[in-house]
């Protein structure tokens, strides 16, 4: 059986690669320990989408689990307005949207153009300043990029070397977990 990425990983993947080794070790267990930070808070933003909770608008999916054979992904939408042609992914607090967000955002048009739904638009959404943001459709150079990166993270090799950033690694989620890093988690 063929195994897909799961799409809420890549950004992680663009924070370290590494912690997606880490990811897969304890994602097992009890995932209290490794969601333990802003993550959190990001993660109870999306309960209830998750849940179904979000939206009785036929014309509104929510939490749809969405697919795609050409790039070896799966992964979980947020909202989908048919009406409008549009595709939104919410985030607890976006300061900065991060280019591994936009891989997600990305990705998963791709599973839901491969799954035979209409895009037009794509937004992000900021719930903690209800701010919304427009993301361009990703054009032929951009869906290469991103199938790049799908590659990239399929051939990991998480006994390689990597190098380490203080900075980062005080505010990963799996610090206290590392063998990579000696520095202390700031949570
Ligand atoms: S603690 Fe640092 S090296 Fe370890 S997974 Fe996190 S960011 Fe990567």
């Not at 990983?9 to 370290?16: E, G, P, S, V």
């Not at 990811?23 to 109870?44: C, F, L, R, W």
């Not at 361009?136 to 190098?163: C, D, G, T, V």
């Not at 203080?166 to 989620?173: A, F, P, R, S």
């Amino acid at each position: 059986m063929d195994e897909y990425i799961a799409i809420s990983l890549l950004n992680d993947f663009i924070f370290c690669p590494y912690s997606i080794y880490l990811h897969n070790v304890y994602m097992g267990g009890d995932e209290g320990i490794v969601h333990s930070t802003p993550q959190a808070t990001g993660k109870s933003a999306h309960s209830a989408i998750d849940n179904n909770q979000y939206s009785t608008k036929k014309s509104e999916l929510t939490s749809l689990s969405v697919y795609s054979d050409e790039l070896g992904i799966a992964g979980k939408i947020d909202i989908y307005k048919a009406d409008e042609k549009l595709l939104t992914e919410r985030k607890y607090k976006l300061t900065t949207i991060y280019q591994g967000q936009i891989f997600q955002l990305w990705a998963q048009y791709f599973c839901m153009l491969e799954m035979g739904y209409q895009i037009e638009k794509l937004t992000m959404h900021s719930i903690s300043t209800n701010q919304t943001f427009p993301i361009e459709i990703p054009s032929a150079i951009e869906k290469s990029q991103l199938i790049n990166f799908i590659n990239e993270f399929k051939n990991y090799n998480p006994e390689k070397p990597i190098k380490t950033n203080e900075n980062k690694c005080k505010h990963c989620i799996y610090c206290n977990l590392c063998d990579k890093s000696e520095v202390e988690n700031v949570y």
